[in-house]
């Protein structure tokens, strides 16, 4: 298993690619890995984009050849390989909110 940081979505985000779905994202190490998927099944697709952006995953990766190398992509996921989401991106800061202005902060 390998681990990746996603720091954006390439493309776009998910594109069709002659009977299969891909996520082509760059890592925060500058590498393009692809997360591949078909109409039947894009659930690993759609964990990544869940996540939310940064986020790091584990997954089984490998490394591609032909004409996806020339293209710069330096991993692929397979449809079926084990992917999880280790640590989604943070949507809430970690210290609550402060209070509306206006608003009595004492509760009076």
């Known amino acids: 298993m390998q ?3 996603i720091t954006r979505y390439e493309e776009g985000g998910p594109k069709e690619s002659s009977n299969a779905m891909r996520l082509v994202c760059r890592t925060e190490t500058n590498e393009i890995v692809a997360i591949w998927g078909s109409d039947e ?3 690993n697709i759609g964990v990544v984009l869940d ?3 940064p986020c790091e ?3 089984e990766a490998r490394e591609p050849s032909g004409w996806a190398r020339d293209h ?3 991993y692929w996921v397979p449809e079926h390989a084990p992917l999880r989401v ?3 991106a943070k ?3 970690d210290d609550p909110l402060p209070p ?3 608003s009595d902060a004492a509760g009076d």
Request: with cysteine.
């Open 100 to 102: 509306a202005i206006g």
């Open 72 to 74: 710069g992509h330096n």
């Open 51 to 53: 996540a939310g952006l």
């Open 41 to 43: 099944n894009t659930h």
């Open 91 to 93: 949507t809430w800061p």
């Open 57 to 59: 995953i584990e997954c």
């Open 86 to 88: 280790i640590s989604p």
């Open 3 to 5: 681990m990746f940081v």
